[in-house]
């Protein structure tokens, strides 16, 4: 059986995943939130510029494109951009036809299909061979997928899904170098308190945490006098974060 005509043609442009999010980043003026899926793609988000709009998975395989589809239904008049991995994006293909089945207008997925699974040795991933992301889109019915022939196409597209109807999937194939210059920050006792206080947490646990303006980044100012949480009276002695 011959290849079906609507699919795009696979692109053989090699690029590089740092450029290509850091042309990404630079696009970003109107608080768009980007979720950086797992590994490298994280990594390169970092380095191409922190900003508090940024969620980086970390620790989990392929939930950075469910993460966002529960991000745009929550804030439909928000952009939200999903970077993820072929790799990753291979073990939760079944978003894929969640996403497609919801069809939110404002989310935009790009795929970093290098080929392999770089952060464990760079063993191969089945998209190497065998399994073409966009064709594997398009048959979920996220009929607005495509291959990036190269950079200026990646951008087109880029500016394409800002004004789509439903949800876009865009894919560049990268060179297997790494590009980001550091990994993703992930110190538990800055973080934590900063992801809660995303979160809406009312916990008075968190009440002296104060946010950088320049990094994005929060640091314990001051301390509560009191010995039980205002938001659940969880005793201050534990330290399992209040939820409340």
Known sequence: MSKSSHIPARNTKVMNRFD???????????????????????????AAGHRPQNFYMLGSMGLAFPIALGVALAQPKRRIFALEGDGSLLMQLGSLSTIATLAPNNLTMVVMDNGVYQI????????????????????????????????????????????????????PALGVARTAPAATGRNPTVTS?????????????????????????????????????????????????CFA
């Open 120 to 171: 464990t040795g760079a063993q191969p991933t089945p998209a190497a061979a065998v399994s073409d992301i966009v064709a594997i889109a398009i048959g979920c019915g996220l009929s607005n997928s495509a291959w990036a022939a190269d950079e200026e196409d990646f951008e087109r597209l880029i500016e394409q899904s800002m004004s789509a109807a439903g949800p876009a999937l865009g894919v």
């Open 193 to 241: 308190p900063l992801i809660m206080r995303r979160c809406g947490s009312r916990c008075a646990r968190w009440a002296g945490w104060t946010t950088s303006a320049s990094t994005g980044l929060s640091a314990l100012t001051a301390t509560s006098a009191t010995s039980t949480c205002a938001g659940c009276r969880c005793p201050r002695a534990k330290p399992d974060v």
């Open 20 to 46: 290509l999010t850091s042309k990404l980043v630079a696009r970003l003026k109107n608080q768009e939130a980007v979720i950086g899926g797992i590994g490298n793609t994280n990594f390169d988000l970092w």
